[in-house]
């Protein structure tokens, strides 16, 4: 497991990851791992997600260890790229982490159900 992975996440978790995010397709996002940062300090995030194949995965070390502290969830899907794709980024673009900073109405169901399928994997 990567140094910023603090949990393994099922191929089913990331799947639903990726459906909020679309879900959330109206809310707004803060994208790579500064603003990811910055969104994780302040407490202002709703969701963080994670891309696995980070590399270096020191990039992203720090930013589990911010939303345990400050109660934020977090979860990770495996791949830079369709992640950004989910997040609505053009072609070709990667980021290596988003910040959820608003959960839509139409995402809410899909945004609960996230967080307690990873409260479990934590468990």
Do not use: W
Request: aromatic share 6%.
């Amino acid at each position: 497991m990567s140094v910023h992975v603090r949990f393994e996440t099922p191929e089913e978790v990331s799947d639903k990851i990726y459906d909020m995010l679309q879900a959330n397709n109206n809310g707004r996002l803060k994208k790579g791992s500064n603003e990811v940062t910055k969104t994780a300090e302040r407490g202002t995030a709703q969701f963080i997600v994670l891309a696995v194949d980070v590399n270096p995965p020191e990039l992203l070390a720090h930013i589990p260890l911010i939303c345990e502290e400050k109660g934020i969830p977090y979860g990770y899907v495996p791949s830079q790229e369709y992640l950004a794709k989910e997040a609505g980024l053009p072609d070709g673009v990667k980021t290596a982490s988003i910040a959820v900073m608003e959960i839509t109405k139409g995402a809410q169901e899909k945004f609960t159900e996230v967080v307690d399928l990873i409260n479990g994997l934590k468990a």
